[in-house]
C-alpha cells in the first residue's frame, strides 16, 4: 500500500492499488451516476487549482453543509491538498448554531448542496464579514457554482500546477485538517481541531477491525459525512479499495442496498432499530406456519453465542433451518450480499447485535468522540474481542484507562488538538498528563474489552440518595415496537419516571387493528386504551431493570423527538435540558400527583 500519512494520499493509494471505473457512485434522477478513479482526481485537482487562482492560504477556512455525494469528496480533498481547512457543518443545526460556526471559524466561503440550503444560509452568511462567497453544489439560478472555482483552475492550470505540487508536499501530517463542531446537548458549539494524523492514523488502525472487506467490495453511505464517524468511514473504504455508493434518501435505504448489493455500511443505532422493527413488521403480517416459522427463528437468533462451544449441536442444527428458512430472507432484503455493518454514536441494544450474527451479517458496536477522530474501542467479527453488550476492544495503538470515578480516559494519536479559540475547554478536556476525559462511565477488562455504563454528567440521584443510569434504562425500553424515543427522569425526585415519544406509525397500525378512532396525535395519546397498552409495555420492561431504575410513572407525549424539531442533536441523542424546559409542566404533573 502506498504510504498514507495526510487523507488526500488516500486518493494516490487508490490511484496506485485500486484504480477503478467506479470509486465514488451517487444516484441521480433515478440513475448511478459513477467516477472513476481517473474522474476523481480530476475533479480535486481542478478545484484545488481554483483554489490557489483565488488566493486560498494554507490555513483558510472553506465551510460545507451538503447532503453525501461524490462532489464532497472532491471538494473535501481539494482543499485539504492545498493545506486549507474543512469546517463540515450538519444541514440540520438551527440558524443561531449556522451563524455561530460560520462566524466563528472565520470561513472564507461557504459551499451548500442546493436551493434549499442557499436560500436559507445566504442571509446569515451576508451577516459575517470574513465570509466572501456563497456557492451551490446544484444549480441554482443566482447562485455562484461551485464548479465556477474549479473552471477557473483548469483556465490557469499551467500557472497554478507547480504551486499545488508544492503546496501538497508542505502538508503536513500534523497540519489541521478539519474543524468539526460537536452539537452537545446545551449551549452553542466547541470546533475541534482534528490533524491529518489524528485522522489518518485512526482510519488506518481501523482497518484491522474490517479484515473481512476486500477491494472492489461495495460501501452504501447515508449517514451525514458531516458526522465523524461516517467521514473516517468514508475514508477507510477508500484505504480499502472498496467502491463507495452514496443513498438517494433515509427513505430509499432498502432499494438503494438491494440496488447495489452492499456489502457494508455505518450506521446509528436509531436508523438500524427501524430495519430490524421494519423486518418484524412484516412477520407480524404473515399468517399461520409462516408466521409461527419466522418467530421461530427469532427466539432462535435471539439465544445465539458467538461462542460455538457453547451451542449444542441440536441449536446448531435448528439455527442452520432458521437460516435457511427465515434469514436468508433477511439478508436478501438487505441485498443478499451484506457483510458487516458498523454501529456507533450510541448505545445498540445487544439483542440487535446477537440476532444478526445469528443470520450471518457481523454487527458491530464500537465507540468513540469527535475529540478522539473517532474510534476508541470496536468489537471484531470474532472471538476473543466480540462481546455483545460491549464496545468491543480497545486497540494496542491507543491508551484507556478508568479514573477513579469510574469515567473512562483516552491517550492516542488520535486525540484531537484541542478546541478552536477555547484554551480554556481544552484544559478542561485534556488533563495535564494528556490524557482525554470522554464523560463517559465504563469498565475495561483484562482483555482490554470496553464497556459503557452511562454518560457521567447524565447519571442521577433520587431523593432516596440512590443512583439511576438513564441511558441503561432507555435504551431497554427502545426494544418497544411502541416507543421511538423516550427519556427517564427523577432527579432528586423519590422515584424514576419517563416521557415516551411513541412510534406513531405503529401506534396508528395497532389502532386501526383495534377500532381506536383519534382526531390527531394528541387525542391519541389521552385514549386510556392506548394509555393501558404502554403500561403493558412498561411493565414488561421494567421487569428487566433493578427496582430503583424501573418507571413508576410515565407520560406520553404528541411531538416526534427528531433533530429538525430541536429536541435531538443532529447524531441523534437526547437534548435533555431542552426536553425538561419544552416539558416542564408534564414533569411537575407526575412528581406533584405522586408527592
Not at 451576508?126 to 441554482?140: F, L, N, S
Request: charged share 30%; hydrophobic share 40%; aromatic share 10%.
Amino acid at each position: 500500500m502506498t504510504k498514507i500519512t495526510r487523507t488526500f494520499d488516500v486518493l494516490t493509494n487508490s490511484e496506485v492499488n485500486f484504480n477503478r471505473d467506479v470509486a465514488l457512485s451517487i444516484k441521480r434522477n433515478g440513475k448511478w451516476e459513477n467516477f472513476s478513479t481517473e474522474a476523481y482526481r480530476k475533479n480535486v485537482d481542478e478545484f484545488s487549482l481554483g483554489l490557489l487562482a483565488l488566493g486560498f492560504k494554507k490555513g483558510d477556512k472553506i465551510a460545507t453543509v451538503t447532503n453525501n455525494r461524490p462532489e464532497w469528496n472532491f471538494i473535501d480533498f481539494g482543499m485539504s491538498q492545498t493545506g486549507c481547512v474543512h469546517v463540515c457543518i450538519y444541514p440540520t443545526i438551527s440558524d443561531r448554531e449556522y451563524k455561530h460556526i460560520l462566524s466563528h471559524s472565520e470561513s472564507r466561503i461557504l459551499i451548500v448542496s442546493g436551493k434549499e440550503l442557499y436560500l436559507r444560509l445566504k442571509p446569515i452568511a451576508e451577516q459575517i464579514e470574513t465570509i466572501e462567497a456563497v456557492y451551490t453544489i446544484d444549480a441554482v439560478e443566482g447562485a455562484k457554482n461551485w464548479r465556477e472555482i474549479a473552471y477557473l483552475g483548469t483556465s490557469r492550470e499551467s500557472e497554478f500546477r507547480p504551486l499545488l505540487e508544492k503546496r501538497r508536499e508542505a502538508v503536513s501530517p500534523d497540519d489541521l485538517l478539519t474543524l468539526i463542531y460537536t452539537s452537545g446537548t446545551t449551549g452553542l458549539s466547541k470546533g475541534v481541531m482534528l490533524t491529518h494524523k489524528n485522522v489518518v492514523s485512526n482510519f488506518l488502525l481501523a482497518q484491522q477491525f474490517v479484515t473481512y472487506l476486500k477491494p472492489g467490495d461495495r460501501a452504501l453511505s447515508f449517514l451525514p459525512l458531516s458526522h465523524v464517524l461516517e467521514r473516517v468511514g468514508n475514508y477507510l473504504w477508500q484505504s480499502k479499495g472498496l467502491s463507495v455508493y452514496y443513498a438517494e434518501s433515509m427513505d430509499t435505504l432498502g432499494d438503494n442496498m438491494r440496488e447495489i448489493k452492499a456489502n457494508t455500511f455505518i450506521t446509528v443505532p436509531r436508523v438500524f432499530e427501524k430495519v430490524y422493527d421494519k423486518i418484524i413488521n412484516k412477520g407480524r403480517d404473515l399468517k399461520g406456519i409462516k408466521k409461527a416459522l419466522f418467530f421461530w427463528a427469532v427466539k432462535m437468533g435471539d439465544r445465539y453465542d458467538p461462542d460455538p462451544k457453547k451451542r449444542s449441536m441440536a441449536y446448531n442444527a435448528k439455527l442452520a433451518l432458521a437460516n435457511k428458512l427465515i434469514f436468508s430472507k433477511w439478508r436478501e432484503a438487505l441485498g443478499g450480499e451484506l457483510k458487516g455493518v458498523i454501529s456507533g454514536g450510541a448505545a445498540l441494544q445487544p439483542r440487535l447485535a446477537r440476532i444478526f450474527f445469528a443470520a450471518k451479517i457481523i454487527v458491530q458496536e464500537g465507540y468513540g468522540l469527535t475529540e478522539t477522530s473517532p474510534l476508541i474501542s470496536a468489537n471484531m467479527p470474532h472471538l476473543p474481542f466480540l462481546r455483545f453488550g460491549s464496545v468491543g476492544v480497545v486497540p494496542e495503538e491507543l491508551e484507556v484507562k478508568i479514573a477513579a470515578d469510574g469515567e473512562i480516559l483516552e491517550r492516542g494519536p488520535n486525540l484531537m488538538k484541542g478546541y478552536y479559540k477555547d484554551p480554556k475547554k481544552t484544559a478542561e478536556a485534556i488533563d495535564k498528563d494528556g490524557w482525554f476525559h470522554t464523560g463517559d462511565i465504563g469498565t475495561l477488562d483484562e482483555k482490554r474489552m470496553l464497556t459503557i455504563t452511562d454518560r457521567k454528567k447524565e447519571i442521577f440521584k433520587l431523593s432516596g440518595g440512590k443512583y439511576v443510569a438513564p441511558q441503561v434504562v432507555e435504551n431497554k425500553f427502545k426494544e418497544s415496537m411502541f416507543i421511538e424515543q423516550l427519556m427517564v427522569i427523577g432527579e432528586n425526585e423519590k422515584f424514576t419516571a419517563a416521557l415516551i415519544s411513541p412510534d406513531f406509525e405503529f401506534l396508528h397500525n395497532w389502532c386501526n387493528i383495534h377500532h381506536i378512532t383519534y382526531r390527531d396525535n394528541n387525542d391519541l395519546i389521552k385514549k386510556q386504551k392506548v394509555i393501558d397498552r404502554y403500561q403493558v409495555e412498561v411493565d414488561k420492561y421494567n421487569k428487566d431493570l433493578d427496582h430503583v431504575a424501573q418507571v413508576k410513572v410515565f407520560r406520553l407525549v404528541a411531538d416526534e423527538w427528531t433533530p429538525e424539531s430541536g429536541d435531538l442533536s443532529p447524531t441523534l441523542k437526547l437534548k435533555r435540558k431542552v426536553l425538561m424546559k419544552k416539558y416542564k409542566p408534564l414533569v411537575e404533573g407526575i412528581y406533584e400527583k405522586k408527592q
